[in-house]
């Protein structure tokens, strides 16, 4: 069913070869729109690549604060949907009888694209979930040795990545650098959230002692579902922003950014982190 690329004929230009301009055919990264419904009736939509979509509702789900275990789903299923040909771009899931309905409102837009899933909620008031799990309280450590060698880990195995160079990725690590799961998307969010449904339905959540690794910046989106998932580090390749420090602080989570080979900055849990 994962449709993860197209190949289409480019022109490839490269002004210091004295070749001439010439067609040739060019791996790109698929976007498509998946829709996840609660009992058919439409949740939310997001531009993502196809393949884990059921990872992607599930994680969607729980780091919204919709549910909050895997027995809160009594399915969840790729659905036909209106498309002809069908592309299998909806998912829809059956909530139990005890788990309340999502409450949505003009604050809590779900449409998201695949650049920022949170570019449609109005205020922070209103992205900002509260989570289950106590982050503060995981007393794993990670050594800056083991954190500089995750990246390369990462990028070895984004083979979607290797072809396209169009996707982002997140990795799952334990805190011996054991790489548990990838996955890549087009969108950040998306990435992550595959990863977290992933872990949900293996049971694995709360994700004490593990570090999430993502392979673009570290976003207030991005740490608030590592929250929700219980994730007590979460480290970045590029650079955090302001709100994803400071939910860092709140939530007692480990925050690293700019991590590229030995070096990374810690923005905040620095007690984790040993030299």
């Not at 976007?31 to 439409?42: A, D, F, S």
């Not at 890549?184 to 593990?210: F, Q, S």
Request: glycine fraction near 8%; hydrophobic fraction near 40%.
């Amino acid at each position: 069913m994962a449709r993860t690329m197209n190949r289409r004929p480019v022109m490839k230009i490269n002004l210091d070869d004295a070749a001439e301009p010439r067609r040739r055919p060019d791996d790109l990264a698929a976007e498509e729109p998946l829709e996840i419904r609660l009992r058919k009736e439409p949740l939310a939509v997001t531009m993502r690549t196809p393949g884990q979509d059921i990872d992607l509702a599930m994680g969607f789900l729980l780091t919204e604060g919709i549910i909050r275990t895997a027995d809160d789903v009594l399915t969840a299923q790729l659905c036909a949907g209106t498309d002809t040909p069908n592309t299998y771009n909806v998912v829809d899931v059956v909530l139990g009888a005890d788990v309340p309905p999502p409450v949505t409102d003009p604050s809590r837009n779900f449409y998201t694209t695949s650049s920022c899933g949170v570019c449609g909620k109005a205020s922070i008031d209103a992205v900002r979930t509260r989570s289950q799990f106590d982050v503060g309280t995981d007393e794993m450590t990670v050594t800056a040795r083991t954190l500089s060698e995750l990246p390369d880990k990462l990028r070895a195995v984004q083979r979607t990545f290797e072809r396209t160079g169009g996707l982002h990725a997140a990795g799952l690590f334990t805190a011996d650098g054991e790489l548990l799961v990838l996955r890549e998307d087009v969108g950040r969010h998306n990435a992550v959230d595959k990863v977290i449904g992933w872990a949900l339905r293996e049971g694995r959540l709360p994700l004490t002692g593990h570090v999430l690794l993502v392979s673009g910046r570290a976003s207030f989106e991005l740490t608030q579902k590592a929250w929700m998932a219980g994730l007590p580090v979460l480290a970045a390749v590029s650079a955090p922003s302001t709100l994803a420090a400071e939910l860092a602080d709140e939530a007692g989570m480990t925050l690293v950014g700019f991590l590229r080979g030995p070096s990374m900055n810690v923005y905040s849990g620095s007690q984790r982190v040993m030299v």
